[in-house]
C-alpha cells in the first residue's frame, strides 16, 4: 500500500527547539483538546461501564436519537434516526470511506487544495487517485468516484459559502457523484456567517440523495480520546455503510455510545468550552499580528492560518526559536507552502506564555 510518510516526523527537531526554550514548549502544532471533559458524558460513561454484551453497530436508539435532535436545534438539519450511524473516531472513516464506497483502482478522489491528509490516504488506501482541486471544472473530463469537501476548512478555517457548495451539490448530481462533507468544526464559527451544513435544506434542495455528512465530539466536547463520531445523510449510503460496517466489527463501544448521548443532549457544556476557545483566538490573533503576521481565513475552526510571506519550515524554525511550535502549511498541500497553522487549543496558561513572547 502506498502511504506519504507520517508528516509530523519532520517536526521533531523543531520540536526539540522549542522545548529547549527556557519557559518550556508552547505546543500549538496539533489541534488536540486539553480541556476537561465534561462533566455529563463523563457520568454517562461511567453509568455504562458495565457492559458484558456486544454493542450495536448501528448504535442504540438514544445515540442515534440524540444526535438527530442537535443537528435539528443547532443545524437545521433533519435526518432520521435511522440515518445516523455512530463510527469509531471521525479519522477512522475518513481514511476507509472511500474502501467502503466501492472506491477502486483507476477512480478518483478529489478533496479541497488544502485539506486534512487523510483524505489522500483514504483515497491511497482504495488503490484510487487523490487530485486536491478547489475547482470542479478544472477536473475536465474526469468524473471522480467521489468528493469532499470541508467547511469549515481544517487548516485554513475557511467557510464555504453557500452558493459554493449548491454549484458541488448540482455538479455532483448531474454526474451521480456522491460528495461527502466534513463538518467537525462547523459550530466553532468565530467571524462572518453561520457555516450551512451540505445537508441543510438551503444547499441540499431537501434530498440527502447522495451526500454525506461527518460529525465530531473531538474538538466540540473535548471528547478527542472517546473515539467519538457520527456519519448521516443519504439513508440508501448509510444503509450500505452499516452492514458492511457490521461485517468488519467497527462498533463504538456502549459506554463511548452513552457518553455521545449524554454530550449531543447537552448544550451547556459546548457554550463553556466556545467562550475558552474565543478567548484564546483573540490574544493569540492579536499577538501574531502584532508581531508582523497576517492572518487568513481563520474565520472559523481552531487554528489561525499564518503567514510571514516566506517558506513555511521557515516560520516553523523562527518560532521554535521562540519557544513555540507549529504546523507548516505544507503538510496540507503545497498551496499551503507559505502559511503555517497555529492551533488555539492548548491551555490559557500556554496561550498567554506564547503571546508574551511574541510580544
Known amino acids: 500500500m502506498d502511504l506519504p510518510d507520517f508528516p509530523w516526523d519532520r517536526l521533531e527537531p523543531y520540536k526539540n527547539t522549542a522545548s529547549a526554550h527556557p519557559g518550556g514548549i508552547v505546543d500549538l502544532s496539533v489541534g488536540t483538546p486539553v480541556d476537561p471533559t465534561p462533566e455529563v458524558a463523563r457520568r454517562a460513561l ?26 435539528a436545534r ?18 477512522e472513516i475518513v481514511a476507509w470511506l472511500p474502501k467502503l464506497l466501492d472506491v477502486r483502482p483507476g477512480d478518483t478522489v478529489v ?9 489522500d490516504v483514504g483515497a491511497r488506501i482504495a488503490g484510487a487517485t487523490g487530485v486536491a482541486s478547489d475547482g470542479l471544472l ?23 459559502p453557500p452558493e459554493h457548495l449548491r454549484k458541488v451539490v448540482s455538479w455532483a ?3 451521480g457523484v456522491p460528495v461527502i462533507s466534513d463538518e467537525c468544526y462547523i459550530e466553532l464559527v468565530w467571524e462572518g456567517p453561520k457555516p450551512l451544513s451540505i445537508l441543510h435544506p438551503d444547499i441540499s434542495g431537501g434530498s440527502h440523495e447522495g451526500l454525506l455528512a461527518i460529525h465530531s465530539l ?16 443519504d439513508p440508501v449510503m448509510v444503509k450500505r455503510l452499516l452492514e458492511i460496517r457490521k461485517h468488519a466489527g467497527m462498533i463504538v ?31 493569540l490573533k492579536a499577538a501574531l499580528e502584532g508581531h508582523g503576521f497576517r492572518v487568513d481565513h481563520s474565520e472559523a475552526a481552531l487554528y489561525l492560518w499564518a503567514t510571514r510571506d516566506e517558506a513555511c519550515m521557515e516560520t516553523v524554525a523562527y518560532l521554535a526559536d521562540l519557544g513555540i ?31 508574551a513572547r511574541l510580544k
Open 46 to 71: 461511567i453509568e455504562a461501564a458495565d457492559s458484558p454484551g456486544y454493542p450495536q453497530t448501528w448504535g442504540t436508539p438514544a445515540v442515534r436519537e440524540a444526535a438527530a435532535g442537535w443537528l
Open 74 to 91: 443547532s443545524l437545521g438539519v433533519t435526518v432520521p434516526a435511522d440515518a445516523v450511524l455512530p463510527v469509531i473516531g471521525t479519522k
Open 111 to 119: 478533496f479541497p487544495e488544502l485539506a486534512y491528509p487523510t483524505y
Open 138 to 160: 478544472t477536473l475536465g473530463p474526469v468524473v471522480p468516484k467521489m468528493i469532499w469537501v470541508n467547511s469549515p476548512s481544517n487548516p485554513t478555517g475557511r467557510v464555504l
Open 173 to 175: 448530481r448531474d454526474r
Open 218 to 233: 473531538s474538538k466540540r466536547s473535548n471528547l478527542a480520546g472517546y473515539r467519538a463520531g457520527f456519519i448521516t445523510g
Open 253 to 283: 463501544p456502549a459506554p463511548v455510545q452513552a457518553a455521545m448521548a449524554a454530550a449531543y443532549g447537552d448544550d451547556e457544556h459546548f457554550t463553556e468550552q466556545y467562550a475558552r476557545y474565543a478567548a484564546r483566538r483573540t490574544a
Open 325 to 355: 511550535l507549529v504546523a507548516p502549511g505544507d503538510f496540507y498541500g503545497s498551496a499551503g507552502s507559505q502559511h503555517v497553522r497555529v492551533a488555539f487549543t492548548a491551555t490559557d496558561e500556554r496561550i498567554e506564555q506564547a503571546v
